[in-house]
């Protein structure tokens, strides 16, 4: 069984530019969440997705983060325009059920500079 | 909101046993998590505890006390590959959003 795969594996971009990130749940699993390890910090939870629909969005840092599960399968977050502090890496996570354990992706390590 | 705190780096020999210990403070509580994760990999899930008490799998093993908000992760029989960072996360009562602990790089030595 394939795990959770996020493309790219890195990305380097300007300040002002714009990033899509890309992840694909492991098949099957409804709940797809996204989190954030800024540098020297510790992962944060950003959203919750229940298959296309946004369940919990409580930690997007702000209006520049967007969204979206499209389907209800794979997922894409877009930065825009990006900022030097967006910089870190993006872990995308699923699972069957909420309760259930996650299974993390590798992350795309961000680079605003 | 959650406060989770756990040691930054542990060191500890090949063979030898080493205890990972994870306090946290928090307004919900409906588990808590251990995590490994290699550099530059995916954190891959090692132990789930939502009651007191221990939980073993092999060489690790996971205890949990609500009642003191403390968990720990032991690792016995420590081999080189062991090195890594070990990550603690609880997971809210009326959410399922996980909050982390910022990890603990333990470093196996011959």
């Known amino acids: 069984e394939a795990g959770v795969t996020q493309f790219p594996s890195h990305s380097v971009i300007e300040k002002g530019q714009t990033v899509t990130l890309r992840c694909d749940p492991i098949?099957?699993?409804?709940?797809l969440y996204w989190y954030r390890r800024v540098m020297g910090k510790e992962i944060k939870f950003l959203l919750h997705?229940?298959?296309?629909?946004?369940?919990?969005e409580s930690g997007m840092p702000n209006n520049r983060f967007l969204a979206e599960r499209t389907g209800g399968t794979y997922s894409t977050l877009k930065v825009q325009p990006a900022e030097l502090e967006d910089s870190g890496v993006y872990f995308c996570?699923?699972?069957?059920?909420?309760?259930?354990?996650?299974?993390f992706g590798p992350g795309t390590r961000l680079t605003v500079t | 909101g959650q406060n989770i705190d756990q040691p930054t780096e542990m060191t500890a020999t090949e063979g030898a046993i080493v205890q990972i210990n994870c306090t946290y403070q928090?307004?919900?509580?409906?588990?808590l998590f251990w995590y490994q994760q290699h550099a530059g990999e995916a954190p891959t899930f090692l132990s789930y505890n939502v009651l007191d008490g221990l939980e073993e799998k092999g060489r690790f093993s996971s205890f949990l006390s609500r009642s003191k908000g403390y968990s720990y992760l032991l690792l016995k029989e420590l081999q080189m590959k062991d090195s890594a960072s070990y990550l603690c996360a609880v997971r809210g009562f009326n959410d399922y959003k996980l909050s982390f602990g910022a990890g603990t790089t333990v470093t196996v030595r011959a």
């Open positions: 098949s099957g699993h409804d709940n």
């Open positions: 928090t307004s919900g509580f409906n588990g």
């Open positions: 996570a699923s699972s069957q059920i909420p309760q259930g354990s996650r299974f």
């Open positions: 997705f229940v298959k296309e629909s946004k369940q919990d």
